[in-house]
């Protein structure tokens, strides 16, 4: 008797958002992809047939694993796939657990090791209508998985919680009072009083501890390439290259060939965060910090502003919904898996770093020059992968940040961008800029009024003079003086007066300089519109500082930071 298997492997939030480094945040995406593929793996050991994923040599493996089965018993197979989990997991866990050994505490680390994967399954018998079958497994799969397994709790008083999310007591001795192994906290990034659980550390150390790009790096990106060629620039990367590696991490330049012009810790290029390696790490190279430091002098101030990209299908219920056969279903999996690896060429092509693309799913950061035509070719590709079930679209969220505030926050910032993007109508690309202390300025529209040529072509004009710099700040001043009910709805009149003298106040260029380079943006004006406009010049205008710095041009301390 043939049975349909649906498998649901977690814990989400903890192996993947719980994170204060890239590193984290990216390892604890794979982490759980290689623990769906060690289930996706062992079902089809047992001779279960794969519909999502349609294989387990898939770049991405979701946290969701559904398959048919046409003969054996579905709580064997399900048991056998929890070992596999289990055991996946465990092997990056002995790992760390190695390599860390001289500062654990063993016996919280033995508490925690063994409760950390989540492990639903559930299952129905085949009947001819799938579409019927494969809802009632999803249901059943959502009420096994409210139903969850509670083991008993072993916390212990007075071991400080996990800095990443607070629910695990940390496994790390007090260095205070049990020393740890000379520079073991700079291999380990962790910062004065900063604690991890078992999977925060495990998430920090496993897999060789590879380098993964910072946020700092990703900023520093357009000044990279504005600067590479300057002679100080030389300066600085053999200075770069002379500091050791557990200090200054040095990226994979075959992994991520993007960064190879400064394959290293984005940090270093900017000076007022150099005191972070003293915090973070026991003994540093001084004097190459300094050279490090003389060579920066030379050279203009990187912008600390980056983006991130969060994007999501448009109506995949329905999608999925229509399918009407294992087989459909599978050629649908293998159409997202194939646009989830193609969502990596292209953010790795436009300098950024992809987190995850779990199908339709796609968090990356990326250098905010790169970020909107970034944005463009996924909402493409995915229209053109996806075009023959039902043409489902992508709504991409864009947020800019700054790379000192906390990761949780850019994440959440990124998140919010992409529900702006999907309301009211969906299939919509939404940009925030998030300034350190202001509040968030945002735009919105539908791609298919191609906002983010609206965007690009606004941060050309403010590039060339042609939109004087201070103009968007006026143009939100005026359009807070003009809002509803402070004047009657009658003043669109005057408001369209008001703008062309403050244009022509502003604007070195001449009021019919700038009439004519945005001669429909400006006609026909209104408080809404001209609301509209001010913030989409302000979001314009860091486009255009970014521009500016991957062109080798200078921009002023202020501008960077506006």
């Not at 212990?156 to 520079?183: C, F, H, I, M, N």
């Not at 330049?253 to 390696?277: C, I, K, L, M």
């Amino acid at each position: 008797m043939s049975s349909l298997l649906a498998i649901s492997v977690g814990p989400v939030q903890e192996l993947i958002a719980a994170a204060r480094r890239t590193r984290d945040l990216w390892f604890g995406s794979y982490l759980l992809s290689e623990i769906s593929r060690a289930v996706s793996k062992s079902v089809e050991a047992d001779g279960g047939k794969l519909v999502f994923p349609a294989s387990s040599e898939a770049g991405n493996v979701a946290n969701v694993i559904m398959a048919e089965l046409t003969e054996g018993d579905p709580s064997n197979v399900a048991a056998n796939a929890k070992q596999a989990a289990q055991k996946r997991w465990l092997e990056f866990a002995s790992e760390t657990q190695r390599n860390a050994s001289g500062v654990i505490r063993q016996e919280i680390w033995n508490d925690q090791v063994n409760d950390v994967v989540e492990f639903y399954a559930a299952w129905v018998t085949r009947s001819d209508d799938y579409r019927s079958d494969r809802g009632m497994l999803m249901r059943l799969l959502a009420g096994r998985k409210n139903c969850r397994n509670f083991l008993p709790a072993k916390g212990r008083a007075g071991v400080p919680k996990s800095s990443l999310d607070g629910q695990r007591e940390s496994v790390l001795k007090d260095p205070e009072r049990e020393r740890w192994p000379e520079r073991f906290r700079a291999r380990l990034r962790v910062r004065e009083g900063e604690q991890l659980d078992v999977v925060g550390l495990v998430k920090r150390l496993a897999d060789g501890n590879r380098p993964y790009p910072s946020v700092s790096r990703i900023a520093a990106d357009p000044w990279v390439r504005g600067n590479k060629d300057h002679p100080a620039f030389g300066e600085l990367i053999n200075a770069c290259n002379k500091v050791p590696k557990n200090i200054l991490h040095r990226l994979d330049e075959n992994e991520f060939p993007q960064f190879q012009d400064f394959p290293h810790e984005g940090t270093a290029v900017y000076v007022s965060r150099h005191h972070e390696w003293e915090q973070e790490i026991d003994v540093v190279d001084r004097l190459e910090i300094k050279v490090i430091q003389q060579a920066l002098s030379h050279l203009p101030e990187p912008s600390p502003y980056l983006a991130v990209l969060v994007a999501d299908g448009d109506k995949m219920g329905a999608a999925i919904t229509a399918l009407s056969s294992p087989d459909e279903h599978r050629a649908f999996s293998t159409d997202l898996a194939g646009f989830a690896d193609e969502a990596k060429n292209i953010v790795n092509t436009h300098n950024g770093v992809l987190v995850y693309a779990g199908g339709d799913d796609v968090l990356a950061f990326l250098p905010v020059d790169k970020c909107l035509p970034c944005a463009r070719q996924l909402h493409d590709v995915f229209g053109r992968r996806l075009e023959k079930y039902g043409r489902p679209t992508l709504s991409v969220g864009i947020a800019i940040g700054h790379f000192m505030d906390n990761l949780e926050d850019l994440l959440d910032y990124g998140r919010a961008a992409e529900k702006a993007a999907k309301l009211p109508d969906r299939d919509g690309l939404a940009v925030q800029l998030h300034k350190r202390g202001g509040t968030a300025i945002g735009v919105r529209g539908r791609w298919i009024e191609n906002p983010d040529q609206r965007l690009e072509r606004f941060a050309k004009l403010l590039d060339a003079g042609i939109i004087p710099n201070k103009l968007p700040y006026e143009l939100r001043s005026m359009g807070k003086l003009y809002e509803p009910p402070s004047w009657a709805q009658n003043a669109d009149a005057a408001i369209q007066q008001d703008l062309y003298r403050l244009i022509a106040k502003k604007s070195s260029k001449g009021l019919s300089t700038v009439r004519e380079a945005m001669s429909e943006d400006i006609k026909d004006m209104n408080s809404d519109k001209l609301m509209k406009l001010a913030c989409e010049l302000l979001v314009a205008r860091q486009f255009a500082v970014a521009s500016r710095q991957a062109n080798g041009k200078s921009v002023a301390h202020k501008e960077r930071l506006q």
